[in-house]
Nanobody, 128 residues
Framework: QVQVVESGGDLVQAGESLRLSCTTS????????MAWFRQVAGKEREGISC????????VYDSSVEGRFAISRDNDKNTLYLEMNSLKSSDAAIYYC?????????????????????WGQGAQVSDSS
């Protein structure tokens, strides 16, 4: 069973930075593209960033591009999301997903295309 554990969520003010982490088990981490999703209460979960198996060619949703950076350490089976210049609209629960392919397909934003069970997520809250 493929499992993930997200961490690093916190209470932040607008303009601050935060780094989220995601560790995986039950899968050959380096063989799969990985993605970050987020969900606000009452709204659907949405993909915000994806990274290829080897850490190249990151892609971002327009809402976070230029402010967030996705990266991975295949030796540690860990995915990261560096979030800078945070806005109130970034407040959400953040989840990571293991994709079934090694690259980020056009459908990467869809939360249905992942291998793992959803973790508890990392809560990012706005303290402004």
């Amino acid at each position: 069973q493929v499992q993930v554990v997200e961490s690093g969520g916190d209470l932040v003010q607008a303009g601050e930075s935060l780094r989220l982490s995601c560790t995986t088990s039950g899968v050959r981490f380096g063989d799969h593209a990985m993605a970050w999703f987020r969900q606000v209460a009452g709204k659907e979960r949405e993909g915000i960033s994806c990274i290829k198996d080897d850490g190249s060619i990151p892609v971002y949703d327009s809402s976070v591009e230029g402010r967030f950076a996705i990266s991975r350490d295949n030796d540690k089976n860990t995915l990261y999301l560096e979030m800078n210049s945070l806005k109130s609209s970034d407040a959400a629960i953040y989840y990571c997903g293991v994709l079934s392919v090694y690259f980020c397909p056009n459908r990467w934003r869809r939360p249905t295309g992942i291998l793992n069970s959803w973790g508890q997520g990392a809560q990012v809250s706005d303290s402004s």
